[in-house]
T-cell receptor, first 109, second 113 residues
């Protein structure tokens, strides 16, 4: 079965420190991976997707098929990055996204 | 487009009462999803529709939960009777069949006391 694992429920870092939010997936086919972000009491919104290979708000994520990972990284965390981050996996066709349980990032001033 | 619209934003109800949550997807989107978010379980897919037809309701917790989509612009999620363990944020989301990005509503915060 397809599964997304985010091992950390809570991650606290100091402002200006690097941050890495871990995401591992299980799927034998060719996956599409996404990161969604949810700021306090707001809707989830797409942060980035692996096929775009873009940097959004300083965040990047590289799909590593060998390690089945899609970790989210930012070299210098900002206070406004504090939010809930969800990693999501899309398999084939029009199947729904499978979400991880989320990691709450807290950036401390 | 105003995005996915959900109502009510907040609801507090007593155990045993019926709760109805409403969703208006983005116009033109033919997939609609209902998710439940809790601290313990994260984001769980309850049910999703394609062209108003329920495709997979295996995530619906039990018979107390039901969902309908009578037309392309409206869906409801009903809990009857409600229980305190149903307290959660319920998100509706929609997606076009031609795209991979799903768009979420702002959620309905349900508290059952």
């Amino acid at each position: 079965a397809q599964r997304v694992t985010q091992p950390e429920k809570l991650l606290s870092v100091f402002k200006g420190a690097p941050v890495e939010l871990k995401c591992n997936y299980s799927y034998s086919g060719s996956p599409e991976l996404f990161w969604y972000v949810q700021y306090s009491r707001q809707r989830l919104q797409l942060l980035l997707r692996h096929i775009s290979r873009e940097s959004i708000k300083g965040f990047t994520a590289d799909l590593n098929k060998g390690e089945t990972s899609f970790h989210l990284k930012k070299p210098f965390a900002q206070e406004e990055d504090s939010a809930m981050y969800y990693c999501a996996l899309k398999t084939s066709g029009n199947t729904p996204l499978v979400f991880g349980k989320g990691t709450r990032l807290s950036v401390i001033a | 487009d105003a995005g996915v619209i959900q109502s009510p934003r907040h609801e507090v109800t007593e155990m045993g009462q019926e709760v109805t949550l409403r969703c208006k997807p983005i116009s033109g989107h033919d997939y609609l999803f209902w998710y439940r978010q809790t601290m313990m379980r994260g984001l769980e897919l309850l049910i999703y529709f394609n062209n108003n037809v329920p495709i997979d309701d295996s995530g619906m917790p039990e018979d107390r939960f039901s969902a309908k989509m009578p037309n392309a612009s409206f869906s409801t999620l009903k809990i009857q009777p409600s229980e305190p363990r149903d307290s959660a944020v319920y998100f509706c989301a929609s997606r076009a069949s031609s795209g991979n990005t799903i768009y979420f509503g702002e959620g309905s915060w349900l508290t059952v006391v």
